[in-house]
């Protein structure tokens, strides 16, 4: 399966423990295509439509659709966790999705 950055696909989450998100549900891609092109796990950030003023959460509208994709939340996941390919981030949201990864990780 062809697997690049800021694609999103429905991945299948559980098990999950404590405040993980649950459940099979939208998740982009924010691992860089050298990884997702050469090993079988992929970096992934979940997706969802309730909105928290949280700096670690980058705004989104997917398939029509206004939410947020929930970078506190980021998980190495291998790809047969990957049930359906569903599209792919905007470019507007990809930049807001690595400006709050550098805020992040920045020193």
Known sequence: MEVSRFDVFLV???PTI???IKKTRPCTVVSPD????????VI???????V???PTRA???F????????LDQLRTVDKTRLVKKLGRLSSAAAD???DVLIEMFQK
Do not use: K, S
């Open 63 to 70: 398939q029509a659709v206004d939410g947020q994709v929930v």
């Open 34 to 41: 050298e990884m997702n092109h050469h090993v079988n796990t």
């Open 96 to 98: 807001r999705v690595l």
């Open 59 to 61: 705004a989104c509208t």
């Open 52 to 54: 928290r003023a949280y």
């Open 18 to 20: 404590g405040r993980e």
């Open 44 to 50: 992934i950030a979940p997706m969802t439509t309730q």
């Open 12 to 14: 299948a989450l559980d």
